[in-house]
């Protein structure tokens, strides 16, 4: 098994629009030869579309692109751009020279980080699919451009967060993962006690874990509603639709690894899955992979992203 860039596996490509001044943007995943797909929500509170269609007693088999956004439900209108990109491009189902290509999506809650009212635009999906990046971009950009976790105790103690991306590769059999990290809850190195992005009290500068704190308040404080972790497994293995499906679920495996409190209330938690199907594999196998690729894409979106808008970042406070 040897790691690889996302930007590696050549069937997909992935282009963002990030917009830093008001602290939202969209991340959009393309697959111009269609792939088998599947979803799974977890989170209580989900922005998404299009994901009725990923059921496997639905008729349709492929789809060509999936968004990630901010903009909560206001978000979903970037896919709107997606499409019209893709259709410009004869990429979709030909109804009769109407190009009908699909898109599915998820957005998170980032409204009010930068900008009350700012979320993706059409246009900015639009543009996303025009800047496909030829390296891993990681940190505040695209979906993850306004994400943020540790929001229990209010907003005032979160760490920002933001995009990941990783994946690796055995026998020809490659899965990768891309994930906008805004969690309720803490990002923690997978398995393990030690923090990445959690509360943090910066007048004392001292982190504070979200469990703990909850268990000895006995009560939630402030806001937690600007949250939502949307990701996407790409691989090449040969899976069907019911078998991608299953996959998203198996690959949540990797949220509760890497978050806690994880799935909560509040969080829209969802992960898509793309499939080319060119290589034979086990599904077991391609789940290990995925959760692996997930994990690491997970920490890679707390480690890279910098302190904006006010909130800390792990570098920040790793320097400190």
Same mark, same amino acid.
């Given at each position: 098994?040897?790691?690889?860039?996302?930007?590696?596996?050549?069937?997909?490509?992935?282009?963002? *629009?990030?917009?830093?001044?008001?602290?939202?943007?969209?991340?959009?995943?393309?697959?111009?030869?269609?792939?088998?797909?599947?979803?799974? #929500?977890?989170? $209580?509170?989900?922005?998404?579309?299009?994901?009725?269609?990923? /059921?496997?007693?639905?008729?349709?088999?492929?789809?060509?692109? #999936?968004?990630?956004?901010?903009?909560?439900?206001? $978000?979903?209108?970037?896919?709107?751009?997606?499409?019209?990109?893709?259709?410009?491009? +004869?990429?979709?189902?030909?109804?009769?020279?109407? *190009?009908?290509?699909?898109?599915?999506?998820?957005?998170?809650?980032?409204?009010?980080?930068?900008?009350?009212?700012?979320?993706?635009?059409?246009?900015? $999906?639009? *543009?996303?699919? @025009?800047?496909?990046?030829?390296?891993?971009?990681?940190?505040?950009?695209?979906?993850?451009?306004?994400?943020?976790?540790?929001?229990?105790? &209010?907003?005032?103690?979160?760490?920002?967060?933001?995009?990941? @991306?990783?994946?690796?590769?055995?026998? &020809?059999? @490659?899965?990768?993962?891309? #994930?906008?990290?805004?969690?309720? $809850?803490?990002?923690?190195?997978?398995?393990?006690? +030690?923090?990445?992005?959690?509360? *943090? /009290?910066?007048? %004392?500068?001292?982190?504070?874990?979200?469990?703990?704190?909850?268990?000895?308040?006995? %009560?939630?404080?402030?806001?937690? &509603?600007?949250?939502?972790?949307?990701?996407?497994?790409?691989?090449?293995?040969?899976?069907?639709?019911? %078998?991608?499906?299953?996959?998203?679920?198996?690959?949540?495996?990797?949220?509760?690894?890497?978050?806690?409190?994880?799935?909560?209330?509040?969080?829209?938690?969802?992960?898509?899955?793309?499939?080319?199907?060119?290589?034979?594999?086990?599904? /077991?196998? #391609?789940?290990?992979?995925?959760? +692996?690729?997930?994990?690491?894409?997970?920490?890679?979106?707390?480690?890279?992203? @910098?302190?904006?808008?006010?909130?800390?970042?792990?570098?920040?406070?790793?320097?400190?």
């Amino acid at each position: 098994m040897k790691k690889i860039q996302v930007s590696e596996m050549n069937d997909f490509k992935i282009g963002h *629009y990030t917009d830093l001044e008001n602290g939202t943007g969209c991340s959009v995943i393309l697959c111009e030869q269609g792939a088998i797909a599947g979803v799974d #929500v977890r989170g $209580g509170w989900p922005a998404t579309r299009e994901t009725d269609l990923l /059921d496997p007693k639905n008729m349709v088999q492929q789809i060509h692109a #999936v968004t990630l956004s901010g903009g909560s439900a206001y $978000g979903l209108e970037a896919s709107c751009g997606v499409m019209e990109y893709l259709g410009e491009h +004869k990429i979709g189902f030909d109804m009769k020279g109407i *190009y009908i290509p699909i898109v599915c999506q998820a957005s998170l809650f980032d409204c009010g980080l930068g900008t009350v009212s700012a979320y993706p635009h059409k246009e900015h $999906g639009y *543009y996303a699919c @025009q800047h496909i990046q030829e390296t891993d971009l990681q940190g505040c950009i695209g979906a993850g451009t306004g994400a943020s976790v540790g929001k229990f105790l &209010g907003f005032d103690k979160a760490m920002k967060t933001g995009l990941g @991306q990783a994946a690796f590769e055995i026998n &020809g059999l @490659q899965v990768g993962a891309i #994930v906008a990290l805004n969690a309720c $809850g803490d990002l923690f190195f997978p398995n393990s006690n +030690k923090p990445i992005a959690t509360c *943090y /009290d910066a007048k %004392e500068k001292k982190r504070i874990i979200s469990e703990e704190a909850l268990l000895s308040l006995m %009560e939630g404080q402030a806001s937690c &509603g600007m949250n939502t972790t949307i990701g996407c497994i790409l691989t090449n293995a040969k899976l069907n639709k019911a %078998e991608m499906n299953k996959l998203a679920s198996m690959s949540h495996n990797a949220y509760a690894h890497c978050i806690r409190p994880v799935h909560t209330p509040n969080d829209g938690d969802t992960i898509f899955t793309m499939s080319t199907g060119k290589v034979e594999a086990n599904l /077991d196998i #391609v789940s290990i992979l995925a959760n +692996k690729a997930m994990e690491q894409a997970l920490v890679n979106a707390g480690i890279y992203a @910098q302190s904006l808008y006010g909130l800390p970042s792990y570098k920040e406070i790793e320097q400190d």
